[in-house]
């Protein structure tokens, strides 16, 4: 089973860029959608994009669609989400994951990471 772990969260200001990284084990990475979902403090997760196997597709939630953009190089067992003109609203512990279809639906996936923390100053 791939196992995930996610790199790249820090504090940017508003307007500004970052890159997440998504590192998975295992030979079976091209086998797995993945998925990118965040939390906010005292709200429930959410989707924010989800990519196919091979990375031709992708899927994001209305509240960040034109600002992020998920990709992935297999090659490198790496998914990543790189993250436009940041609003304070993004702020967010970020979750990397992995299942069989790049859904909105947390319940699609079966691996994730720990996460990592994206914070966005106004």
């Known amino acids: 089973q791939v196992q995930v772990v996610e790199s790249g969260g820090g504090l940017v200001q508003a307007g500004g860029s970052l890159r997440l990284s998504c590192a998975a084990s295992?030979?079976?990475?091209?086998?797995?959608?993945m998925g990118w979902f965040r939390q906010a403090p005292g709200k429930e997760r959410e989707f924010v994009a989800g990519?196919?196997?091979?990375?031709?597709?992708?899927y994001y939630a209305d509240a960040v669609k034109g600002r992020f953009t998920a990709s992935r190089v297999n090659a490198k067992n790496t998914v990543y989400l790189q993250m436009n003109s940041l609003k304070p609203e993004d702020t967010a512990v970020y979750y990397c994951a992995a299942g069989f279809s790049p859904t909105d639906r947390g319940s699609s996936y079966a691996t994730w990471g720990q996460g990592t923390q994206v914070t966005v100053s106004s």
């Open positions: 990519i196919s196997r091979s990375g031709d597709s992708t």
């Open positions: 295992g030979r079976t990475f091209s086998y797995y959608a």
